[in-house]
């Protein structure tokens, strides 16, 4: 089991990227996806969870409104656009898959990808 994360990069504030998560090695069916970060210094925090089929979504209360988190599942890939960045932002974003929601949400999923490094200017 494979996650790839992509996408990230270098933005001035108010601007926008979208990052990529493609999973491989075993089928996509059935398995809750979500994106989490990490900024140096700080511990790891929740983003964002879709599931498998894509009709429940969460979000951070932090991102609530700026990001929005997708999934293709013929592509086996989940999306995070992330609109109007702002520098508190700036981090490592994991991508994590498992069948259970709520490892999911809880960070405690069985499957992660590497990173990909937002860094957001002011």
């Known amino acids: 089991v494979q996650l790839q994360a992509s996408g990230g990069g270098l933005v001035q504030a108010g601007g926008s990227l979208r990052l990529s998560c493609a999973a491989s090695?075993?089928?996509?069916?059935?398995?809750?996806m979500g994106w989490f970060r990490q900024a140096p210094g700080k511990e790891r925090e929740f983003v964002s969870r879709?599931?498998?089929?894509?009709?429940?979504?969460d979000y951070a209360d932090s991102v609530k409104g700026r990001f929005t988190i997708s999934r293709d599942n013929a592509r086996t890939t989940v999306y995070l656009l992330m609109n109007n960045l702002k520098p508190e932002d700036t981090a490592n974003y994991y991508c994590?898959?498992?069948?259970?929601?709520?490892?999911?949400?809880?960070?405690?999923?069985?499957?992660w990808g590497k990173g990909t490094q937002v860094t957001v200017s002011s």
């Open positions: 879709i599931s498998w089929s894509g009709r429940n979504t």
């Open positions: 090695g075993r089928s996509f069916s059935g398995y809750d």
């Open positions: 994590a898959s498992d069948l259970s929601p709520s490892k999911v949400a809880a960070g405690t999923a069985n499957y």
